[in-house]
């Protein structure tokens, strides 16, 4: 039999009892829609955290203190990194920026309004390194960090607390009753949850050294790399200076550690890959039942075209033509569910971005992939009732009623 005419003979008989094949359909559709959904999801999910972690900063190294021991049990971080140390850092091949850093918890005041907040310690290429930008003003200066001047930048809830509408630029507000002079403000990052990058105050690290919190030593140093693939042997680099400078005999532990944002990114994506395949399995569950629903639909159309069947066979008709026609309606049902299905998986992703905060990324892979998994569905449980059809003897089936 001609597949053009097998085609025909397939639509013209769905066609003949359209409940039932929509019903028949129905499954693939949701089947399909569900995997285009569950993937779009999974992705969103993957590149919104990924944006978030990119956020602080691209190719960052953090090295921090280790902890100290007090018999056996480690309690407060080591007061174990110094300027000079960032200093060495930054001669390190491959390093672009270095940013070290000190932090505390202030009060800050305005006039009658008042916050508490972090104030952070850092240099110039704290921006850079920790990927803020500038809203209004400037940023710390060298000359500030040479000169230990009293100024501050303001994260844009700080901002918002202490000023409102108001310009801050030039006005004078208390870190722990010391005055300290704005020189800008920050474009806003957004909270993360965990942390609102938004809400905290950058001043010079000299000066946060020395007129706010009286330390010669660092809470952590960022470390950019020129590139990702260079990472890994920064920090093999880093760890073996830090050894050096610290004197750190062979066999004994580190007193610093360092995290990588390498290691976050794959280790997020090792999640990301799990949550997706898990909303994957599940929507392919609604395949598996769209197809048992085409075997049925398919096995009541044998039931009750037995007498055409034996017809057909009686005037010539071969068993390949019979199981190819019926393997090519349970083809069409299905390859209609997954057009269907794709259309309302793209449907819905728009409709979950527009109205929801969740994000819907949908590729190209996860539609064909739902294209190639209704047609296998529709050839896998067509096929069964196909041959059952082209089995039938044609006597029993012209006294079949």
Known sequence: MNLIIAIKIAIRSLLGNKVRSFLATLGIIMGVASVILMLGLGEGARVKVTDEIKSFGTNLLVLRPGKKGLHGVRTTEAESLTLEDAKAIAKIPFVKNVAPQVATMAQLKYLNKNTRSSATGTVPSHIEVRNFEVESGRFIADQDVRERRKVAVLGSKVKEDLFGALNPLGETIKVNGI???????????????????????????????????????????????????????????????????????????????????????????????????????????????????????????????????????????????????FLVESLVVSLLGGILGIILGIGGGFAVNLSSKYQVIIKLAPILLGFLFSASVGIFFGYYPARKAAKLNPIDALRYE
Request: glycine letters at 8%; zero cysteines; a positive charge.
């Open 179 to 325: 005055n300290f002079q704005v020189i800008g403000t920050l474009k806003a990052k957004g909270d993360k949850g965990w942390f609102n990058p938004d809400d905290q105050i950058f001043i010079p690290i000299s000066t946060a050294m020395k007129r706010l919190l009286g330390v010669d030593y660092l809470r952590n140093i960022n470390i950019q790399v020129e590139s990702i693939e260079k990472m890994d042997m920064v920090q093999r680099a880093i760890q073996a200076l830090m050894r050096k400078r610290h004197r750190i005999p062979l066999g004994e532990e580190d007193d610093f550690y360092i995290r990588s944002q390498k290691e976050y990114l794959e280790s997020m994506a090792r999640v990301s890959r799990t949550f997706t395949f898990l909303l994957a399995g599940v929507a392919t569950v609604s395949l598996v039942v769209g197809g048992i629903g085409i075997m049925n639909i398919m096995l009541v159309t044998v039931a009750e075209r037995t007498r055409e069947i034996g017809i057909r066979k009686a005037v010539g008709g071969k068993n390949r033509d019979i199981l190819m026609q």
